[in-house]
C-alpha cells in the first residue's frame, strides 16, 4: 500500500522550530521529486519546499527562503521539513507528497501519494 505519513507538527512560539518528517511506505522516495505544501483555512493549498530525485537539489517559495530547509534521508525513506524563524504566518496544515514538478504550483498538484496532513500552529 502506497502511502505517505506526516509528523512533528505542533504549537510553537514565533521564532522557534520544528521539524516536520514525512515517511513513506510501499514505495521509494528517492524515485520522486516530494514537496512539502500548506494550506491557511478557506484558501487554496500553496507549495512551500520540494526535493528533486534526480540531484536532492531543491525549490523552496520566497515565503519560506532562507528559513525553511528540506533534505531526504534515503536509508529511512522519509523527507523532512526543518522549520526555522517561524512566524504566526506559517500557521497552516502542512502535506507532503510525492510525484511531480518541483515548483510552487506543481507542488500542489503531485500525484503519486499524498499524506495526511499535520498542523503547525505558531502563536504566543
Known amino acids: 500500500q502506497v502511502q505517505l505519513v506526516e509528523s512533528g507538527g505542533g504549537l510553537v512560539q514565533p521564532g522557534g522550530s520544528l521539524r516536520l518528517s514525512c515517511a513513506a511506505s510501499?514505495?521509494?522516495?528517492?524515485?520522486?521529486?516530494i514537496g512539502w505544501s500548506r494550506q491557511f483555512p478557506g484558501k487554496e493549498r500553496e507549495g512551500v519546499a520540494c526535493?528533486?530525485?534526480?540531484?536532492?537539489?531543491?525549490f523552496y517559495a520566497d515565503s519560506v527562503k532562507g528559513r525553511f530547509t528540506i533534505a531526504r534521508d534515503n536509508a529511512k525513506n522519509t523527507v523532512y521539513l526543518q522549520m526555522d524563524s517561524l512566524k504566526p504566518e506559517d500557521t497552516a496544515v502542512y502535506y507532503c507528497?510525492?510525484?511531480?514538478?518541483?515548483?510552487?504550483?506543481?507542488?500542489?498538484?503531485?500525484?503519486?501519494?499524498w499524506g495526511q496532513g499535520t498542523q503547525v500552529t505558531v502563536s504566543s
Open positions: 526535493i528533486y530525485s534526480s540531484d536532492g537539489s531543491t
Open positions: 507528497a510525492a510525484g511531480g514538478r518541483c515548483d510552487y504550483s506543481g507542488i500542489g498538484t503531485m500525484s503519486r501519494a
Open positions: 510501499g514505495f521509494t522516495l528517492d524515485a520522486y521529486n
